[in-house]
């Protein structure tokens, strides 16, 4: 195993009385959006004072201790490349000389001694460790909305037509190692957080609003309402939509929403007045259907009341009339 779990709890105070002399460690005052960063190297003076060093991660040594908070994971990496460790909350110490195994798993040929020889003769590193933390805790209250109206099929009036809506979503990472190899590996930076604004202005933003507007079909037809009806149906509407977006993002980019809430949801312009002269013309076919039934109805009962009276011969009276 590359890490074993150590007796260290995940203050800095643990870490400075450890006998620990490196730490990797969440940095400090990350945004509320933040979803992955490379781990900041602590190192220890002479008088076991710890201090922040300038370097995201770097080279692990033997016996350097990761500390994971929690609500996060921490992964590592070899330029780039995810190695098979997923670290939970807790103290894990590093032990490079039971991890030739990893050496393959990254690619990288040649025994654990040469390994360590991690610089080439221009004097730059030529493999690159890095502990990734991800957050697994939910990011929550995160908008979305339709820049353009976008086309669904109601079943009810028949018809294709156009709908704006906007929202707020809750997000969080359901699978780190395949969110970190679909969305992170590539684009995370030195000294910066690979925020939720990283992958919104890609994956979420052509993902989400498609599919929102698939659950709204989907929920309309199946109840034969109209899109208003989703204001007093939220629950439902919630996990219809959750299914349809989680398709996309946790099969291929190990990401989840967890809650969908539409705040306004309304046709355009030219739908809603398509709706409202359908919407007259099945009023007038109703008021004239209950009008055709009532007259009918009238019709029967006075050739019952003229069959009543005249023992079957007041039909004769009634033949002439304009029954229509």
Do not use: C
Request: glycine share 8%.
């Amino acid at each position: 195993m590359g890490f074993i779990r150590a007796a260290l709890s995940s203050g800095l105070n643990s870490f400075n009385d450890s006998k620990f002399k490196e730490a990797i460690v969440l940095p400090n005052n990350l945004t509320a959006d933040a979803l992955a960063i490379k781990g900041q190297l602590l190192t220890k003076d002479p008088d076991s004072t710890s201090r922040q060093s300038n370097q995201n991660t770097g080279l692990l040594t033997d016996g350097s201790v990761v500390i994971v908070p929690q609500g996060y994971v921490a992964i590592l990496v070899n330029n780039g490349t995810f190695l098979g460790d997923v670290l939970e909350a807790g103290s894990h110490e590093w032990r490079s000389e039971d991890n030739a195994w990893l050496l393959e798993k990254g690619g990288i040929k040649g025994t654990w001694e040469n390994f360590k020889n991690r610089f080439s003769f221009g004097g730059q590193v030529i493999t690159q460790q890095e502990i990734i933390f991800i957050r697994m805790q939910p990011i929550a209250g995160n908008k979305f909305g339709t820049q353009n109206a976008v086309e669904y099929f109601s079943e009810r009036y028949q018809q294709l037509l156009n709908i704006r809506f906007y929202g707020l979503f809750d997000i969080k990472v359901a699978d780190p190692v395949l969110f970190y190899v679909s969305s992170i590996s590539q684009q995370i930076e030195d000294h910066r957080a690979f925020t939720l604004k990283d992958i919104a202005q890609g994956t979420l933003r052509q993902n989400i609003s498609p599919k929102i507007a698939i659950a709204i079909a989907k929920f309309t037809n199946e109840n034969r309402v109209d899109i208003y009806s989703l204001n007093a149906n939220q629950d439902t509407f919630n996990d219809l939509a959750k299914q349809e977006v989680n398709k996309v993002w946790t099969g291929l980019y190990g990401i989840e929403t967890t809650n969908i809430l539409l705040e306004d949801l309304s046709y355009d312009q030219e739908s809603l007045n398509i709706i409202r002269k359908l919407d007259s013309e099945l009023v007038a076919m109703k008021y004239n259907t209950i009008e055709i039934e009532e007259r009918r109805a009238r019709n029967e009962a006075l050739i019952v009341a003229a069959n009543n009276e005249g023992n079957g011969n007041g039909m004769n009276i009634i033949m002439g009339m304009n029954l229509g």
